[in-house]
């Protein structure tokens, strides 16, 4: 590299002073090379489909502009000031365009947005019906499950009364075959896991006190065994042995006495939000 | 901010009108070219617009560009090189045309941009609630 600057720099300057000496006798004109560069410019914007017919007055000025610039006569001084104003009106033309160009987009960009606007609205509309949709046709189902099961409703939740044809007399096996009501307890606490149960057992008042208290927790538990064995949670079921102290009838009758002797299972409001 | 922006430009006003009248008087003696009084005035018109598009947000290079150029041209003015003024004088507005077009170019893509965002936020938005609305 070092030697190739010794070199040419005194070749440099010979060829200047040749230059020089040439130019001092015959000036050839020619066109500055802004000029050159701001045509170049020009024509490119001129012939960008997007952008040429949306600033005609200016392309024209720039077109005057640079048409000056190229002219071959001017003294260095004017040449430069022409070609300056020439690039600096292609660029203006360029800006004028582009700001036009933006312009028109925006009505496109600001229908689409509207579009997607009204889209979102009618999509919300529609998700809201679904789900009220959906809403409706579940409690119709639990109601229809509730009715099943014969259960009622009441403060504590849904209360369901098994009567005591589920138990041979004082034992606390389930009998086999009357298990109907159990099953469809079972199906519907796998439906609506938010949903736990107590199980009270009750027992009419013939027998110790004691002894009712014992029988009825183990009928209790009987019937929480059965639910496992069912697929429900054990965490989700509670028992409780009330013996023959929540009568629900008189115990004077024998009618009295068999509607006293059950078995009820309090399924608890799901927690206030979930439906 | 408003406040100092008038003070500069009214005093940029009295200065340049003191520079004509008294470029005129030396012209008027000399019977030299007279100075271009309409070329700054419409320069300094060009610069005003500009500024009132913020075009010193936008555009602040060629802002700079046209008010150094209209005070060189008054400079000229001043120094009687009228010739010089003129050039001066009409690259200074040239300049301050380009910064407002070029204000005008940012802010409509800028606005654009801005509803591209909206809309995608909206698709975006919508796509979740299609996703995540049908468990």
Redesign the interface.
Known sequence: MKPMHTLALPRLVAAGIVACSLVACAPTPVVPEGAIQARADLTRLQSDAKLAPLAPE?LTDAEAAVQLAEQLDAAP??AA?RV??AQ??V??AK??A??RY??R??TA??A??DR??L??RE??VD?ARMDADAARTQTAALQAEIDAMNARSTDRGLVLTLGDVLFETAKADLKAGSVADLDQLATFLSKYPDRSVVIEGHTDSVGGEDYNLGLSQRRAESVRSYLMRHGVDPSRVTTQGMGESAPVASNESAGGRQQNRRVEIIVSNPPATSM | MLNTNHARRGRRRTGLLAAISGAALLAAGCASTPAPTAQIESAQQAIDDAERAEAAKHASPELSQARSKLAAANTAVQNEEMEQAARLAEEARVDAELASARTAAVKAQAANEEIRRSNQALLDEMDRAAKGGTQ
């Open positions: 200016a001084e004017l000031h300056y104003i600096r009106k660029e203006v800006a004028v582009e700001a933006a312009e987009e925006r960009l600001a689409e947005l997607a606007r889209e979102a999509r919300e998700s």
